[in-house]
């Protein structure tokens, strides 16, 4: 796996040539499945083709089939977009979907604590306005680091849905 969470051409090819010896000796079942959509490698419509084999052999065999064909199998988003950076109007989306929670957010993406405060004491009777400049600073700082897969990182360090960037996207 590379760092971005995307299937490198070895492991598709590993995946593949032992696909028979996978499908003998692991069970695609209940919790298996669900993992794997709660965590965006398998969509609904994977679910349930999954699901709707006859076989426990049959229901790994398709999931091995599935899995060497997501790119984007840890996030949902496709590789060229992780590795951008947010614009200012997707920066401004997000902050309008982050609540409280935004501060946690800009600290496990490297802003300190004296950032935020600078931050809150430029716009101090508007928080929206203090958590748009707190993720401009952020991309600012970390200039081609600062994307949309440090950004899902971030987001999941401190639990929050990640989902707020599913909006930012649209």
Not at 14 to 42: C, D, I, N, P, T
Not at 49 to 71: F, N, V, W
Not at 124 to 138: D, K
């Amino acid at each position: 796996m590379s760092s971005q969470g995307e299937m490198e051409a070895r492991d598709k090819q590993v995946l593949r040539s032992l696909r028979l010896e996978l499908g003998a000796g692991v069970l695609v079942e209940g919790l298996v499945l669900q993992y794997l959509y709660q965590e965006g490698v398998l969509t609904e419509n994977h679910l349930q083709e999954i699901k709707a084999q006859a076989t426990g052999l049959r229901k790994t065999m398709l999931l091995l089939d599935i899995l060497p064909s997501r790119d984007d199998w840890m996030t949902g988003f496709p590789p060229h977009i992780l590795n951008s950076s947010p614009s200012d109007r997707q920066i401004n989306q997000l902050a309008q979907r982050l609540g409280p929670e935004w501060e946690p957010v800009v600290l496990a993406l490297g802003l300190s604590q004296t950032d935020i405060y600078r931050c809150k004491a430029n716009h101090p009777h508007n928080v929206q306005s203090q958590m748009v400049e707190a993720f401009i600073r952020w991309r600012q700082r970390y200039g081609k680091q600062a994307t949309f897969w440090s950004l899902y990182r971030g987001l999941q360090a401190v639990e929050v849905d990640p989902s707020v960037l599913q909006d930012m996207l649209e």
